[in-house]
């Protein structure tokens, strides 16, 4: 069974930083992209950032550039999410998302449950 | 940057009913186009890819049609369990917009 764990969400003042990771499991992690997507309670889903593979490609929404750094450790099973410079409109549930093939990018097969970050004085 | 737009933003059919909800993209994105369920306090789920290609493990009573700019996700025969928020997502570019939802209420 695919499972996708996220964790290190937390909250964090403006202009604070904090790491994401996801921890996969149940599937080749290194035969498929993968993506974070969040979504502010109650409201729409946003695509944030995408990695293939082996990482040579890595794409951000143009509102995290910069700011966040996506990552990959196909040893370790696991997706990073860097985020610093963190700003209000940064609060959300943050998803982890496979892609459906090894390159990076939409359509997204599995999730998991996601992490909360609140972005907050 | 594509812009997505779904319709209605909410309906209240019955069970059993047939139930269509339609997505536009403000340009062309071929048939670059993917539907989500997720329901309250869930991830959401993958139901429709490629526009029309369902997603294993999805019922058949869902079907994704259209391409260019106009879409649509259709349920046959509406069961309890699909009353949920819909999402398209376009996949032709990044920024890869979602479009706001289409809530499925119990009437």
């Known amino acids: 069974e695919v499972q996708l764990v996220e964790s290190g969400g937390n909250v964090v003042r403006p202009g604070g930083s904090l790491r994401l990771s996801c921890a996969a499991s149940?599937?080749?992690?290194?035969?498929?992209?993968m993506n974070w997507v969040r979504q502010v309670p109650g409201k729409g889903l946003e695509w944030v950032s995408d990695?293939?593979?082996?990482?040579?490609?890595?794409g951000y929404v143009d509102s995290v550039k910069g700011r966040f750094t996506i990552s990959r450790d196909n040893a370790k099973n696991s997706l990073y999410l860097q985020m610093n410079s963190l700003r209000a409109e940064d609060t959300a549930l943050y998803y982890c998302?496979?892609?459906?093939?090894?390159?990076?990018?939409?359509?997204?097969?599995?999730w998991g449950q996601g992490t909360q970050v609140t972005v907050s004085s | 940057d594509i812009q997505m737009t779904q319709s209605p933003s909410s309906l209240s059919p019955s069970v059993g009913d047939r139930v269509t909800m339609t997505c536009r993209a403000s340009q062309s994105i071929s048939g670059y186009l993917n539907w989500y369920q997720q329901k309250p306090g869930k991830a959401p789920k993958l139901l429709i890819y490629s526009a029309s290609s369902l997603q294993s493990g999805v019922p058949s009573r869902f079907s994704g049609s259209g391409s260019g700019t106009d879409f649509t996700l259709t349920i046959s025969s509406l069961q309890p369990e699909d009353f949920a928020t819909y999402y398209c997502?376009?996949?032709?570019?990044?920024?890869?917009?979602f479009g706001q939802g289409t809530k499925l209420e119990i009437k």
């Open positions: 149940g599937f080749t992690f290194d035969d498929y992209g």
């Open positions: 990695i293939n593979w082996n990482g040579d490609y890595i």
């Open positions: 997502q376009q996949s032709f570019s990044t920024p890869y917009s």
């Open positions: 998302a496979r892609s459906r093939v090894s390159a990076s990018g939409p359509p997204y097969d599995n």
